[in-house]
Each structure stands twice: as C-alpha cells, then as structure tokens.
DNA sequence: CTGAAAGCGCTTACAG
DNA sequence: CTGAAAGCGCTTACAG
C-alpha cells in the first residue's frame, strides 16, 4: 500500500506538498499538483486511515444532536446508535452533545440555539416541520454549520442527507402484511401519531393506496394519538367500543403501549394488530401475542450512518455535494423472530 | 482522555513501561506495575485505537476464509462483509484470503492446508461437519492457529466463537409465518438442503416442533435438494405431481431457484412458499409473487463480525477465553420490504 | 527490569 | 509556492 512518503520520493517533493495536493488544499504549483496526482494513481494511493485519525486528535470537532424527548421510546435506540459511533469516533477527534426535547417548535428552536452557542460544528436533527424551525435551520446552514435530518425529515431544510425510512414504502409494507395475515372481510381502525408530522401522514398514504381496491379491506375509522400512550388508549378504546366490527389495527407511529392497554381490556385479543419498531413495550406485547407484526427501521444504524456522514463531511466536504438520501431497511418482526 | 505519556510522568516511568504494563508484557517490577495500574484507573485510561493502529502497521496478520463455492451464491453476501471489513482492517495491517470450496471434506481439507501453508494467523471457516475436517481443524488449534466458525458451527471444533444464525430458532419463526400468513388446512412439503448438514436439520427440528399439535397442519412429504438447484427443480417438480394437495412450501436451505421454477411451471402460485435469505433470485421470484416471505439472517454482519473478530483476538486473545455464540438477528421480507 | 529513541502515516505551523 | 520538523498515541528493538 502506497504511503504519502513514497510518492513524495517518487515525485522529489516533500510530503508536505504530496498532502496539499491530495486534499485539495490551497496553493500548490498546477504541475508539481499534476505529477503528484499522477504517482499516486499510479501506485492506487489510498490514504491509511489510523494515520489520519491520529493526526486528527488535534481538532476537535463537536457535533449537536437532537431528537425528541423520552416520551418517544424510539429514539433510545437511535440513540444508542449515535452513543456507539461517537465511543469509535472519540478517538477521531469527536464529539457529541444530545438533546432530547418535546416535538414542538420552541422546544427545538431552544435546543438548536443553545447548541450553537456551545459551538458545534454540525447539527443533526429529528426536525419538527415548522416555518420558524425550518429558517432558523437554513440560516445555519447558510453560515456554515452543515445539518442532516435523521429519522424524519423537512424538505424546505437544506441539509446535506436524510438518514430513515421510506415512510411510503413502509406504509405499504404494513398493508401488504395485513393482506397476507388475513382473509375475509377486515374492518381496520388506524391510529396516527401526528398528522402534521410528513413521516406519519406518508405511512398512512403508502398504507391505504396498498389497500385501495381490494373489496375485503373497509377502513373504519383514522385518529391521531400524538404519540402519547394516554391518548392512545383513549382513542383505541373508543375505536373499539363504537366500531366493534373492527378486527384489524395500524399504528402508523408511537402510543402502541397505550393502544395494546385498550386492546388487552376490552379482551380483543382477535385483532390482527400491524405496528412499526421493536421497543421493549412493543417487545413485550408481541410476547403477549397482542401484537402480530412489527416494522422495524433500524434505529441504531439510523443513528450510526448519521453521525458517520457528519464525521465524514466535517473531514472532507466534497463527498456530499448535492442532498442525498439514506434509506433505512425495513424489517419485519413477529414474536418468534425477536 | 489520558494518554500513556500523562501515565508515564504521573507514574515516573517512561512510556514503555506503561506500555508493558498495560498490556500483560512480560517482567515489569510489581510494585511498578500495580503503581502505573493505579494511575491508569484513576485517570481513566482507554487506548486510544487511532495511536495502536498506527503502531500496528507493523505487524501484517493474514486471515484465511473458507466459505461455500459459488454455487451457493448465499456466500457472496458474507463475502461482500468479509470485504468490506477487510478494506476498514487493512489500514490496521490485516489481510484476507478468501477461498470458496465445494461442500465436501476433501475440499475443505485442501483449503486448510493450502491456508497454512500461505502461513495464516488465523482461519474463519464454515466446516463441513465431518471427523477428518474437524480433526485438522482442531490440530491446528491446538498448534495455535484460532479458528472461528461462520454460518455453520460444527460442535466438536474447539473454535473460539461461533458467528451466525440460531438455526432452531428460524425453523420455528418460519413456521410461526406460515401459522401467521394461512388459514384452513395446510398441506406441507418441507425441502431440506443436507440432512447431514447440522443447521439444516435444525432448522427443520425448528419447523416441525413449532407446527406441532396444529390439527390444520400436515407435513406430507420431506426431501433434500443439497443445495443445488436442478436437484431442486426435479425434487419439487415430483413432490407437486404426487402431491397435488400440497398448498404449503418450505425450503430451509439453497436451492429456492429451482424449487421455484417447479412451481412456476406447474402454475401453483396458490403455494404458500416461505425460504430463507434474500439472494438476487429469491428476490425476483418474491417479486414475481411465487415466494410468499423469506427470514434473513444478515450475511454481511456474519462476514463482517466473525473477521473482527479474529482480528479482536489476535491483538489480545484476553477476550475470547471461552467459545462465545454470536447469533445473527431474523428479518423477515416480503416483497414490499425488499 | 527499565529507558531512550525511532517509527507507524498523516497533518500543520512555521520559515523561507 | 515549498520544505523541514514536530507531533498525534502506541509499540518495540536495542542498550544497559
């Protein structure tokens, strides 16, 4: 493996011009650059990593992260995902700071300003899809600190890359497995989080067109929960004691804890019940055998890839030009496979 | 984070003292050591990986991997993790060499020898589960050259570690799909790729334990393909001739393609087909409609985590003093998920 | 049993 | 526009 050292010697200059070449750093005469560029294509030059790294503990780069408040259970696992990168990335000159707060604009608007003032070098965030967050964002961007939505995104935010789901598809996926888990005539009750949250409102668009024009399939009723168990064992109760014909459930977000409670208390334990995620409630409802299938999406990677990408940005801008998008797979769980 | 410098002058030592006592080495004073020990803990010491890494350089470890031929090309994904953690570790001073072999002990023999003669540090295998392999293999063990099964363990190697699925445990989901994904009375014809090949059967132990005591369920008719697709094809094709009842298909190994032409030409898309893994042509049949749900069982993380792992352990054999089981997590698809 | 020194590959502040 | 040198943290061959 070539070294930065050989291909100085080959092209008689010293390392130091040999590393301003390759990094595109300013300033070096447009033939000694093309000599260099040369030998190092020549000998597959491919820059070793651990000598990077160490060279790297000088600067240190503090990344801000936030998502939403531990009301969401979700989020500990991406969570744990940012945790596990950030421990292997310490030792590159990282750091992070995480800020867990409610799903409203002044919560995160407050988070976002105070990671600035602590001086982060990037943002990354579960965006809550507000004007006033959006610009605020945009602002940020536009002064140089680069931003990337994670598990949920914004469109008007100019952020480098969108690490989730394909929250369409995964609406889809969640009918066509209803399909496959039933027969016969089903009535289906649907539970969203928020419907002014983009990601909910496109899983309960991907889950009805995939039902769409199959005759057994009547959706009965739709409600929001706001992603709070309370609210969603109000909401599942009243579904089930007005529509009692209803013999299927979606929960297109969180409030599955509360939804199940219902579920469990009216005895309905004949419902095929679709939901999406694998946290430890979920888990152990599934157990119960109150839940029959679980979506999942991958949360720790979601939370991973993210702060890879930063990472990754912060060391070298050129590799995320233009906005790109990183699609979570969705995996299907039922309590045997857990 | 603490350096072995700040130790070395907290401790008036010099830095490869530190060193030596930090990493066992051998004959360190030991009042010195539980000295350096001390300050090492209440500083918190952790290595810094990008500084070992460096320092590693040197020592160049080559790892041998022998895994199935190409005609099982479920391979090619645990390949592809092999790969992509080598090009990380090769920074690290790590080489791999990969061989793929037919299923059968004198081949497997022949790639062993030819490894250490290549003079590996280490070899990852999936045995073929027969008393000359598992002898060789543990020969070499025992003469110091770790060994770590993937994909497929053989119980009488004393290898290190284990890196794949829960066999039984997938048996049993994939019955619990069928259970799931049917109603009425399920005929089942059950293609196994090798009774001899333990996970195999296991899978198939898996099966029948989870249909078990379901009046609905009958199992009419097992048979092996030994993972090759033509065998496959004729298999099935004769399964579905004598038994037109069958309504129900499960393959637990290689060789879906095949199976699934069968079907196709019989025009029995009524079947309801669960396999397991997602290779490219499982996913056009799936996409074609004629495999109902497939249970993966992360080949790249099994690739990937099983070299990490012998690369963990020969940098400090510490963490491996007894035989781990490191199971790969079951997803199910179907071909809304894929 | 211990220390001083060189080296792994890359980066950067400084001098010119 | 370029080079020489120091440094990131850890390891090791050598000398004593």
New binding site residues.
Partial sequence: ????????EKA????????????N?????????RKVLEIAKLLN???????????????KFLIGIIVFSRKNPYFDDVIKGFEEKAEELT?YGLEIMIKRVPYNHEAQIDAINACVESGVNGIIITPYNDESVISLLNKLIAGGIPVITVNSDAEKVNSLAYVGSDYYKSGRASAALMDMMSTGSMNVGIILGDSNILCHSQRYLGFTSRLNGINRFNIITVNENFDDDLKSFEIVSSMLREHPEINALYFTAAGVYGGCKAIKELDRSDILVITHDDVSTTVDMMKEGLITATICQQPRWQGAKSLELMYNYL?DPEILKFKKYFYAELNIKISETL
Wanted: aromatic share 4%.
């Fill in positions: 493996m070539a070294t930065i050292k050989q291909i100085a008689g200059v010293s390392r130091g011009t040999v590393d301003r070449v390759l990094n750093r300013s300033g070096v005469n447009e033939e000694t650059a030059y491919k820059p070793n990593k651990a000598g990077k790294a160490l060279a790297a503990q000088k600067n030792f060391n």
